[in-house]
């Protein structure tokens, strides 16, 4: 197995995408590159503690590449708008990857280049090493498979969701 921490605005959009696709085992919501010990929702939601709102995606490169991950990424979001997702503003919610080897930073800037053809404007994305991770809240994880009925994530989520399947239809479970 192995693991990729991206930031593409709100977690629970970002884990609802991830979760579709085969090969992927696990995604968990959780809060990286901050400043302050152990952030809770309260505190990252204020912008102040350096925070971004994450997932880390656990698959299976047997099934999955790190590049059809990657590309999934730059397609499901919008890489272009600073610190902003839609509706939702503030550093917490920039688009970034956050890699742990060598490996994932190269394959990271090869996407972001890739995936530049497809947006009108700059790709404002960060491609960071990695240097802090905390896991989000229990009431965070699956929320938009225990929550399908809330306004925001019934908005948002499903625009994203149609956007998985019509581009990447081959690799959803």
């Not at 979760?19 to 952030?39: C, F, I, K, T």
């Not at 350096?50 to 790190?66: L, R």
């Not at 990271?108 to 404002?124: F, K, M, R, S, T």
């Not at 225990?146 to 479970?173: E, H, R, S, T, W």
Request: proline share 5%.
């Amino acid at each position: 197995m192995r693991e990729l921490v991206v930031g593409g605005g709100c977690f629970w959009c970002t884990e609802a995408v991830f979760e579709l696709l085969r090969g992927v085992h696990d995604v968990e919501s959780g809060y990286a590159n901050g400043h302050v010990p152990n952030p809770t929702y309260r505190d990252v939601c204020t912008g102040d503690t350096g925070y971004a709102e994450v997932i880390k995606i656990t698959y299976d490169d047997s099934v999955i590449t790190v590049d059809t991950l990657l590309d999934v990424f730059f397609a499901t979001h919008n890489p272009t708008t600073l610190n902003q997702q839609g509706a939702d503003h503030g550093t917490q919610y920039r688009s970034t990857v956050l890699y742990t080897d060598e490996e994932t930073k190269e394959a990271a800037e090869a996407a972001l280049e890739a995936a530049q053809e497809d947006w009108n404007a700059p790709i404002v994305t960060k491609i960071e090493p990695l240097e802090n991770y905390y896991k989000a809240e229990a009431y965070h994880q699956d929320y938009y498979q225990q929550n399908p009925m809330q306004g925001y994530c019934m908005a948002v989520i499903p625009p994203k969701i149609a956007k998985l399947k019509a581009k990447f239809g081959k690799d959803v479970k």
